[in-house]
C-alpha cells in the first residue's frame, strides 16, 4: 500500500492561491491578444505605401499613424458625448403634451415620510390616477442618485420635504383635486396646484427676502399666519442641494392678509430682518424702469444742438437723460406748433369757401 500524503496546515491555501494565479494570467493573455487584433484592424484599414520588409526607416511614419489615428478616435469619441449631452437638455426643454399637462397636477411640500401608496389614497378619491411622480428629493450626498435615496431613505439633514405630479385620466378629475390645497399631511400642509402653472394674482402675493436658506415652509408660514388666510408659500429652492436661495412668496387669499403681512417688513426672524414688498410682474418691472438722472455730462452749444437736430431721442446715444428730456420737449412744442398751424389754415379755407358762397 502506497503510504498517503499528511494534511498539512495552510496546504487549502497554498491550492487556491494557485487557481487565482492562473486565472490572472489566463485573463493577461487574453488583454494581450485583445490589444494586438485592435492594432492589426488599425493599421489593416490604411494603405501602407512601402512594404514592412525594408521598414528601418518607416516605423517613425507607422507611429506617426498609429498617434494620428488615436486621437482621431478620441475626438470622435468627444463629439459623439458632445452630440449626446445635447440630445438630453432638448428632450429636457421640450414642452410635455398639453392635453396631459392639463390632467396633471402639483403637489409640493410632501413630507419625507410620504410614500407613494399615502399620495393615492389621498388624491384617489377624486377620480381615477394614471401615473405619479416624486421629485426635488432632496439628497444627502451629491453623487447618490435620487432614486437610490428616495429607496434607501438618504436625505439632507435640514430639509423636511419633496415634491410630486399626479397625472389623472380625466381633466376633470384634476380640477377637483385643486380642492386638497393646504390639506395637513404628515404635520406639512400641501401645495397643490396645477401643472402647467397658470397665472397668479400678484396683489395677493408679498415677496419676503433675507430667508435663512435652511428653511422651512411651515416656519414661514407660522411666521405669517396671524396676518390672514395663506393659499400656498413658495420658497425658491436649489436644485441639486433641495436648499433655498434666500427669498420666497407668501400668497394670501384676500387683501387684507397683504396690508398685515407689509407690517412685518424688517421684522426679527432666526436672527435677521425679514424685507417685505409686494410682488410685481417682470412686464410691471419693466414698465416701471426708466434711465436714472446723471445730469449733464457737457455744456457745450454744440452738442446740445447736434441734439435738438437729431430726428428722435436715442436712449442708446452718448448724450444725458437731461439732454434726453430736452430734445423730447423740444419736439412736443414743434408738432403743438404745426397741429395749430394746421388748424388755422383749415379755418381759412372753411371762411374763404363760405364767402364764396354767400356772393353767388
Known sequence: MASQNKYEFGMIQQVLQA?????????????????????????SQKSISKTTEDNSGDLEALYKEYIE????????????????????????????????????????????????????????KFGNIETIRIRSVPVAESKLPKKVALLQKKFHKERDSMNAYVVFKEKSSAEKALESNGYLLEGLHLRVDKADFQKVDQKLCLFVGNLPFSL?????????????????????????????????????????????????HESDFKGRKLRVFRSRNENQEKRKSKPSFR??????????????????????????????????????????????????????????????SNKT
Open 69 to 124: 489615428s488615436a486621437n482621431k478616435i478620441e475626438e470622435e469619441i468627444k463629439d459623439k458625448e458632445v452630440k449626446d449631452a445635447q440630445k438630453r437638455k432638448k428632450k429636457k426643454k421640450e414642452k410635455e403634451d398639453p392635453e396631459r399637462l392639463s390632467r396633471t397636477i402639483f403637489v409640493g411640500n410632501v413630507s419625507l415620510k410620504v410614500t407613494r401608496k399615502d399620495i393615492k389614497k389621498l388624491f384617489a
Open 216 to 264: 422651512s415652509d411651515e416656519e414661514l408660514r407660522s411666521h405669517f399666519k396671524d396676518c390672514g388666510w395663506i393659499e400656498d408659500i413658495r420658497i425658491i429652492r436649489d436644485k441639486a442641494t433641495g436648499l433655498g436661495k434666500g427669498f420666497g412668496y407668501v400668497r394670501f387669499k384676500n387683501s387684507d392678509g397683504v396690508m398685515l403681512g407689509l407690517k412685518l
Open 295 to 356: 445730469g449733464v455730462r457737457t455744456t457745450s452749444k454744440k452738442e446740445f444742438e447736434k441734439v435738438l437736430r437729431s430726428e428722435g431721442p436715442k436712449r442708446g446715444s452718448k448724450a444725458s437723460n437731461a439732454l434726453y428730456r430736452i430734445q423730447h420737449k423740444h419736439q412736443k412744442q414743434i408738432k403743438n406748433k404745426q397741429a395749430k398751424n394746421n388748424q388755422k389754415n383749415m379755418r381759412k379755407k372753411g371762411m374763404k369757401g363760405s364767402k364764396k
Open 19 to 43: 487557481s487565482d494565479l492562473e486565472k490572472v494570467e489566463k485573463k493577461k493573455k487574453k488583454a494581450e491578444e485583445c490589444t494586438n487584433q485592435a492594432l492589426v484592424e488599425l493599421f
